[in-house]
């Protein structure tokens, strides 16, 4: 079962967010879609910026934990070559897979849509009331 997702609004709305460290332009962004045709994406995020660990959060929160009852067909989450190799936060990156093929990259981007600051390149989106 080899299906092709089409990535370009998903990639388009991790480009946009602030704390996104792309070097590379979208080349820094890594995607994919496994045999069974659950897709991927891979990202790093700039850990000195100040909205890094609020992506984390939203991101978290939208794509792992959005409903208990009701739960998203995706996962969230770090991954790391063995510290001890490379070590520091500056090898640290974040994926998003989908757990069920028919949970399109499209679908994801109108969950995060709909729920992280709009839109999400304007700073002063992000600001809480702790600001």
């Not at 969230?76 to 640290?92: I, K, Q, R």
């Not at 969950?111 to 002063?124: K, S």
Request: charged share 25%; with cysteine.
């Amino acid at each position: 079962m080899n299906v092709r997702h089409d990535f370009e609004k998903l990639l388009s709305f991790i480009e946009k967010l602030p704390a996104i460290d792309v070097p590379a332009g979208r080349r820094s962004i890594g995607y994919g879609s496994f045999e069974n045709g659950n897709w991927w994406v891979k990202f790093t995020l700039d850990t000195t910026h100040a909205l890094a660990w609020r992506h984390v959060q939203e991101l978290g929160h939208v794509l792992n934990y959005v409903s208990l009852g009701e739960r998203l067909p995706t996962v969230f989450m770090p991954v790391s070559p063995p510290p001890y190799m490379n070590g520091g936060v500056e090898f640290l990156s974040w994926v998003i897979e989908s757990t069920e093929p028919s949970f399109t990259p499209d679908k994801c981007v109108e969950w995060l849509e709909g729920r992280l600051p709009r839109p999400v390149d304007d700073l002063n989106q992000w600001k809480t009331d702790q600001d």
